[in-house]
């Protein structure tokens, strides 16, 4: 067994990040001291904890540039993990009513863009979410030994039991105010431990073949070249500016913490009022809600009246988040005009 001392938690939008998370920290906690977290920043979590613990575990969505030179260089294990791109934008849309079309396109192709930068590194896992569904404990013993460590078939056994999805249902039934380990956000609750989410595992979920409509299949499809077919697949060894998405992904990463606040406050601390005034602002300008991240900045500045809405809403409009939404806004725009109408023009 090898000593592992960061691993990151990677993965496409509604793919089972959360997961392989939980299957990786199960894993690395075994008599030893482990650091496990949500955190965009790798470089602030490495500079801070690297020393003081045996093994940090980071689910994270973006990658910065300490983090990318880290899989460039060997230096971290990843667990990346995917699924067909019509069916998590499905999912998507199904689990979170208020996020629009557009924006889970962008989110699901931040993944695929993530993958293909990475995948082919000796010391990046990638696992399909069919796998996940189908065969969990092969995934779980695939995970373990990318991890170094040699499980035997009853320690498998007894970390799948622990994480089935009837398992996790039950868990985030009891996600309340009144739990300690919940972070209350306003518009949903999590466990901090887990970083399961109240509604993370649905009842009675709609395949995506029949629920996304012929017209949303094609702007998707359209939206996340070069990626897929023209039937939504994957496709695998495209061609593509590596620099570009790796300069992308580190802004967004960057993006996360707009304003350099030093009044942080925490999270149990912000009334409904605030998270509510806050989350609304990225609803209507990013089309998500706010992060951790984002309640911890503004809050404090709002609540002592340094900032209002309107100037919240100003600071949105000049983050690469909004950047690359607005840029895919435009580009599908550009794509729905005729040859015939460009030729005019």
């Not at 380990?181 to 709609?206: A, C, P, Q, R």
């Not at 707009?258 to 209507?284: A, F, H, R």
Request: with cysteine.
């Amino acid at each position: 067994m090898i000593s592992i001392l960061f691993v990151l938690c990677t993965g496409m939008f509604r793919s089972a990040s959360t997961w392989s998370f939980n299957i990786c920290k199960t894993i690395l906690s075994n008599k030893q001291t482990l650091c496990s977290e949500f955190n965009q920043s790798v470089q602030t979590v490495y500079s801070e904890k690297v020393n003081s613990y045996d093994n940090i575990l980071l689910k994270c969505h973006n990658i910065d540039g300490f983090g990318m030179s880290l899989i460039k260089n060997n230096s971290v294990k990843v667990i990346h993990t995917y699924r067909e791109p019509l069916a998590a934008i499905s999912s998507g849309l199904q689990t979170f009513k208020d996020l629009e079309f557009e924006n889970i396109i962008v989110q699901v192709k931040i993944g695929l863009e993530l993958m293909e930068v990475i995948r082919k590194c000796d010391n990046v896992l990638t696992i399909n979410y069919d796998e996940i569904i189908n065969n969990p404990k092969n995934v779980i013993k695939k995970i373990s030994t990318h991890l170094g460590y040699d499980l035997k078939n009853e320690d498998i056994q007894n970390i799948n039991s622990q994480f089935k999805k009837d398992k996790i249902k039950k868990i985030t039934k009891y996600i309340s105010k009144n739990n300690k380990n919940v972070i209350d956000i306003g518009f949903s609750m999590y466990d901090k431990n887990t970083l399961f989410h109240k509604n993370h595992v649905l009842n009675n979920i709609i395949e995506w073949k029949e629920f996304l409509s012929n017209e949303q299949k094609q702007k998707a499809i359209a939206s996340l070249q070069p990626f897929v077919d023209k039937t939504g697949s994957i496709l695998e060894n495209i061609e593509i500016d590596e620099e570009a998405i790796i300069d992308k992904l580190k802004k967004l990463a960057e993006s996360s913490r707009i304003v350099n606040s030093v009044e942080q406050k925490k999270l149990d601390e912000i009334s409904d009022e605030t998270k509510k005034i806050i989350d609304d602002t990225y609803m209507k300008i990013l089309g998500r809600h706010v992060d951790d991240f984002g309640l911890t900045d503004f809050a404090p500045l709002l609540e002592k009246g340094k900032i209002n809405q309107q100037e919240i809403g100003d600071k949105l409009k000049k983050s690469a988040e909004y950047s690359i939404i607005v840029n895919s806004v435009e580009q599908k725009k550009l794509d729905e005009i005729s040859d015939e109408t460009k030729k005019i023009i």
